[in-house]
């Protein structure tokens, strides 16, 4: 170990500091914008009113684990929307059996051959009867009382989508979705209630989302029928709904007394199939909002956060290789400072997460990495075979999302209970607290 007297810090001459001029003050732009969202976030409250109308959950169900999808419909029926509609492929049969076994006029499902989830999506909207959608993914359940905090937004006729705050089911029991549930909670603690109480959310993500039937009905060809670059569109429903909502002039707000839990993959290599899907979502949904200009008509916050979206392969890789490049000495002390450096930055912007969660501050490497690896290669693979289109995860041979089905959950997290329905379910403690 080198004594401390002896180790030279890294110094920069005149014409150095000249050069390295344009980065800090990017660094400072980046750092501020990240601070003006972190605030508007915190500001952010959830909407109170006694509003409440009718409500069709619409489940786009593809080759789902049926135990899982079961625990889920238990979960929902619990809240006491007005219908449930369940759109199953025509393959998936075990799971239509059970549901009608039981004998509810409340769950309605469906058989239906799936051309993607936006298919599956268009059916079951076209069949809803309810003021409000709330379309919900075939892996996800809620929290007590998601169902009438998700309505209160709709008081205000402007109000077209509204979306809930989430979390990764059982994420205590898998380090990816440990890793996964930190990197949504930055999103829905830092990011997207910004967005919500401007009216603009930029993407309200389908695992949960509550939409005015009225708003969605004049655009739903659009949804179904998207193409990019000449080639139909299967993933990205969600951003895709989201903008033409957006585009039609209502405002998309954030509920985050509405909390949802999904599953999440638990595999490193489950979790990069989904992280490369959502960059290639993202890249197409926002570069043609930004074409079609509708990106340029939304507030500063969103603008903002879309753009940084878009660019995160052009910062980090900035970031990254003015450290190796310019300012990393090939010496332990050069080493020691530039991860204490990352890890510091990485820990600073995580304190949303880590104030509700300090054990993870032991994972502060990993998830360091895993931020690079994310901004970095996924994402510019993502943006230069942006139009390959494909679910990654789920396919017509397995059951379940990969990684994401009922034999990758922890057992000893499990508490098996009776619903009232007389169907079996989950608890879990791994709830986000």
């Known amino acids: 170990m080198p004594d401390l007297a002896d180790i030279t810090l890294p110094t920069l001459d005149p014409a150095a500091w000249r050069a ?25 409250r959830p909407i109170e009113n006694d509003f409440t109308t009718t409500t069709s959950v619409v489940v786009p169900s593809f080759h789902e684990d049926p135990d899982i999808l079961m625990r889920c419909v238990a979960n929902w029926r619990a809240q006491e929307p007005t219908e449930i509609i369940i759109v199953l492929d025509v393959a998936d049969t075990v799971a239509f059996h059970r549901l009608e076994a039981l004998d509810d006029p409340v769950v309605r499902p469906v058989l239906f051959r799936h051309a993607g989830k936006r298919s599956a999506l268009g059916v079951g909207i076209r069949m809803a009867t309810s003021e409000v959608l709330v379309l919900v993914d075939s892996d996800t359940q809620w ?14 006729p402007e109000v077209g989508g509204v979306s809930t705050q989430q979390n990764v089911y059982e994420a205590r029991g898998n380090v990816w979705r440990r890793i996964a549930d930190w990197m949504v909670n930055l999103r829905y603690y830092n990011y997207v209630p910004a967005m919500g109480r401007a009216g603009a959310v930029a993407c309200v993500s389908g695992r949960t989302a509550a939409y005015r039937r009225s708003a969605v009905l004049p655009v739903l060809e659009n949804l179904e029928n998207e193409f990019f670059l000449g080639r139909r569109c299967i993933a990205g429903d969600d951003g895709r709904l989201t903008w033409l909502v957006l585009a039609s002039g209502f405002k998309t707000v954030h509920q985050s007394s509405a909390r949802a839990l999904s599953m999440f993959p638990a595999s490193f290599r489950a979790f990069v199939k ?4 959502w960059s290639r979502n993202s890249y197409r949904c926002y570069l043609t909002a930004a074409y079609k200009g509708w990106l340029w008509r939304t507030p500063f916050v969103t603008k903002v956060t879309v753009l940084q979206i878009l660019l995160t392969p052009v910062t980090m890789g900035v970031t990254i290789g003015y450290l190796l490049f310019s300012r990393l000495e090939l010496t332990v002390p050069g080493a020691l400072l530039a991860a204490a450096w990352l890890l510091a930055g990485r820990g600073i912007r995580g304190f949303s997460h880590l104030r509700r969660h300090p054990v993870d501050i032991l994972l502060l490497p990993l998830m360091t990495l895993v931020v690079i690896l994310v901004a970095l290669p996924i994402k510019l693979y993502a943006f230069f075979t942006m139009n390959k289109q494909g679910w990654l995860t789920r396919s017509e041979t397995t059951v379940g999302g990969e990684g994401q089905d009922q034999a990758s959950l922890a057992p000893r997290h499990h508490a098996r209970r009776t619903t009232p329905a007389g169907e079996p379910s989950l608890t879990t403690t791994g709830a986000p607290q």
Do not use: K, M, N, T
Request: charged share 15%.
């Open 143 to 156: 929290e007590p009382g998601l169902l009438l905090a998700v309505q209160r937004p709709f008081l205000d």
């Open 20 to 44: 390295a001029f344009p980065l800090a003050v990017a660094g400072v732009i980046v750092w501020s914008l990240w601070i003006y969202r972190c605030v508007l976030s915190a500001r952010a």
């Open 274 to 277: 989904q992280r490369v899907r």
